[in-house]
């Protein structure tokens, strides 16, 4: 297969050396920045940068951009993709991606197949991706019709550069589940690393701290874009979790050692079955 | 030096086993559990069962109970201790250890050095204890008088056994910045996993999740007590953190991208300072 992948940031870097590494397709690279293409041709991430002619010739096409470039790229190219191409993407929303698509694109000519690789880092750029980034991890894959060839071969090819499993769902499960697993921590390491006292934690802490703190090393411009463009499901994570810091904190005042046991009882349940 | 350890449990367990390991002291051990003092004895964590007389005879006694018990076992003891011992535990509070010694423990006859060391496991008991509990961690000691013999004591054998630092301060300062540090990252994991979507996490979720959960694997005696003995700042610390999670909120309802741009980069800049 001729790949093309479009973006070659933290993730699209990672899967260009992942495609180097595990599969023997022809990878060819985009990014608007000049200095980033040559790094990647140079480290031998990408066999080579990507024209006008790998757009038209690509069998597979991965999107890594955020969300409004991506469905700008790929609108504005929806009539050079060549018959029979899959185009997927690595945003971190679902439901925008396909909104923010010309609908054209679904009328069977090409494929898109919305995808969203279950891995990363605090920090971003193609320095720091990595051919064995998706060692282990999910790939959730929203296809219309998950049965499909392309979604298929989407698959397949995930497994076979490091993915431990594919999760197929609707858009609307997905973005609805990320809100949880993974926009709410990284909103919950921001609200707790501004608490005034952050800056003397030094002496006073362990892992928990560490843990919890990780993620607000955040990319600010992507996360936003994230954020808004899934703002209903995650203002009711985060109504969840105060009403549930609030229960603790009732108990607190309270002085009901009973109810704050119960509730710990039923985390640590819930825990042991996550 | 003679050393008894009172509560061989996860954190007495492991000073026990420290003190083996990296000193040449001779350590004996009390614990409530028969089963668990043959343990520690056959493991060759302590040379030797404590009785009255180890009690009568340590240098260095290390009460390793939750707050009312190691209370509770230090009053019962106060005039059995020998002149010139020092005394110590390994309580996540300690306005309260102070307030409920018996005050004759502070005529000089012995010497109380509150302390708590910042490690710990999700498990607790004898059986997950161990020798290097403490490297690279620090002790937080609240000595009244930081600079007295007693408090250089404590302080010098825990650089013996892996800690790698101690902290110096009042009880009052301990128990703030704890509440911050350690108690609501924990009320933080309970508060999250609560969620109603916890349960079908599994292929929608990755490092994040995990970091926020990990110590939601809580044990609810210990902490219902530690969280009553500090619910003053641990109630403040939960509104803190609502606050701050209602600002994302906020950002999010009224659609503001710049807003949410701000929060986070301002988390990011807090992050690289801790």
Redesign the interface.
Known sequence: MNILIVGLGLIGGSYAKAFKKYTDHVIAGIDRDEKTLKNALISGAIHKIGDQNDIKNADLIVVSLYPQAAADFINANKDNFKSGAIITDSCGVKRAIYDKLDKSLFDGRVSFIGAHP???KEQSGFDYSDADMFNG??L?VTAENPQSEAAITVRNIALKIGFK?C?LCTPET?D???A???Q??????????????????????????Q????????N??M???L??DN?DN??N??????N??????TA??E?D?DK??Q??????E?????
Do not use: Q
Not at 237 to 242: P, R, S
Not at 244 to 249: E, M, V
Not at 263 to 268: A, C, D, N, Q, V
């Open positions: 279950m891995a990363g991890a999910s959730i499993r999760t997905h609805k589940m990320i949880f697993t993974s709410l921590p990284h909103i919950l390491a921001c609200s707790y690393i501004l608490d005034p006292l952050a800056l003397n934690h030094d002496g006073y802490s362990a892992g928990s701290f843990d919890v703190t990780r993620v607000a090393f955040i600010d411009v996360w936003s874009e954020f808004l703002a995650l203002s994570e985060i109504d969840e979790l105060i549930n810091l609030s229960a603790f904190k607190l005042g002085r050692r704050l046991r509730l710990m009882i039923k985390s640590r819930l825990k042991e079955k996550t």
